[in-house]
């Protein structure tokens, strides 16, 4: 006999005298399957479930102008990355030393 995942035996379908499968016999109502609630109605029943809430992220503006405005790039090679050079820049604004790949 198969087991259907809940520990419980599977009752075997009977074959009537024509070779047709009858349909198990409907006496007891737990064991057919009854389809999961929504999620909003699940959330505190299982203690278990590992539900995070999704990270907030700012909103991202994006760059209308050339990375030379904003940034000096000197010709000073920090490294060889797998598509080019990765160069040095500094931000015009507050100097602060940055790197260009």
Same mark, same amino acid.
């Given at each position: 006999?198969?087991?259907?995942?809940?520990? %419980?035996?599977?009752? &075997?379908? =009977? +074959?009537?005298?024509?070779?047709?499968?009858?349909?198990?016999?409907?006496?007891?109502? /737990?064991?057919?399957?009854?389809?999961?609630?929504?999620?909003?109605?699940? %959330?505190?029943?299982? &203690?278990? =479930? +590992?539900?995070?809430?999704?990270?907030?992220?700012?909103?991202?503006?994006?760059?209308? /102008?050339?990375?030379?405005?904003?940034?000096?790039?000197?010709?000073?090679?920090?490294?060889?990355?797998?598509?080019?050079?990765?160069?040095?820049?500094?931000?015009?604004?507050?100097?602060?030393?940055?790197?260009?790949?």
């Amino acid at each position: 006999m198969l087991q259907n995942g809940s520990g %419980k035996e599977k009752q &075997p379908q =009977s +074959t009537n005298t024509d070779g047709s499968e009858s349909e198990p016999p409907a006496g007891n109502p /737990n064991q057919q399957q009854q389809p999961a609630p929504p999620a909003e109605e699940r %959330k505190g029943t299982d &203690p278990g =479930s +590992t539900h995070f809430p999704l990270p907030v992220y700012p909103k991202l503006d994006i760059k209308r /102008n050339a990375v030379t405005d904003d940034y000096k790039i000197s010709s000073q090679v920090l490294g060889l990355g797998i598509n080019g050079k990765v160069l040095e820049c500094f931000n015009k604004k507050t100097g602060e030393k940055c790197a260009l790949k």
